[in-house]
T-cell receptor
């Protein structure tokens, strides 16, 4: 069964540095998402992406965050200048369509900011 | 406000027994999807079961079934004949039908299976 894959599985970065988290969505999916889960807390929506543009974003997704689909397969989340509170598990998800079809999640990338 | 509440942070069940995980949610909308996702130690979030709010019949998937009470905004998950592989964090969630992209998650219930 096709899967959403995320790399790396664990990223350790110094505070203030830029970090890029990578995701390869399922190939025939058109909608892409990023969520994060701070340790011990609920999974929170960050952003959704469709047709090469952001379709919805949460208040967490401020100017430090950006997303990109640089080619036909990858979907990236960039954090420009990381803060300690960015430490979390970041999940990528994809779906065939909006709402009607379920979102398929990747394994997540654990981001640790030192 | 759109929220999902899972009141049981942790639960334990004996192998082969039945367990019910509770979930309540709050929305003013009438059309939405409800989900239970499973997150085992391997970390991948796996969709266990999905319910369309307009359907009165409770969804079932093999040993997994839900008790959907729309008026009470309740969506519990029943796992029958619990197996060791069912041990995981279970998240209740929903999203609006054909509108919002985002899934709203609860905080999760960690389920332990006792051999």
């Amino acid at each position: 069964e096709p899967e959403v894959t995320q790399t790396p599985s664990h990223q350790v970065t110094q505070m203030g540095q830029e970090v890029i988290l990578r995701c390869v969505p399922i190939s025939n999916h058109l909608y892409f998402y990023w969520y994060r889960q701070i340790l011990g807390q609920k999974v929170e929506f960050l952003v959704s992406f469709y047709n090469n543009e952001i379709s919805e974003k949460s208040e967490i997704f401020d100017d430090q965050f950006s997303v990109e689909r640089p080619d036909g397969s990858n979907f990236t989340l960039k954090i420009r200048s990381t803060k300690l509170e960015d430490s979390a598990m970041y999940f990528c998800a994809s779906s065939e369509s909006q709402g009607a079809q379920p979102q398929h999640f990747g394994d997540g990338t654990r981001l640790s900011i030192l | 406000a759109q929220t999902v509440t899972q009141s049981q942070p942790e639960m334990s069940v004996q192998e082969a027994e039945t367990v019910t995980l509770s979930c309540t949610y709050d929305t003013s909308e009438s059309d939405y999807y409800l989900f239970w996702y499973k997150q085992p130690p391997s970390r991948q979030m796996i969709l266990v079961i999905r319910q369309e709010a307009y359907k009165q019949q409770n969804a079932t998937e093999n040993r997994f079934s839900v008790n959907f009470q729309k008026a009470a905004k309740s969506f519990s998950l029943k796992i029958s004949d619990s197996q060791l592989g069912d041990a995981a964090m279970y998240f209740c969630a929903y999203n609006l039908m054909n509108r919002d992209d985002k899934i709203i998650f609860g905080k999760g219930t960690r389920l332990h299976i006792l051999p």
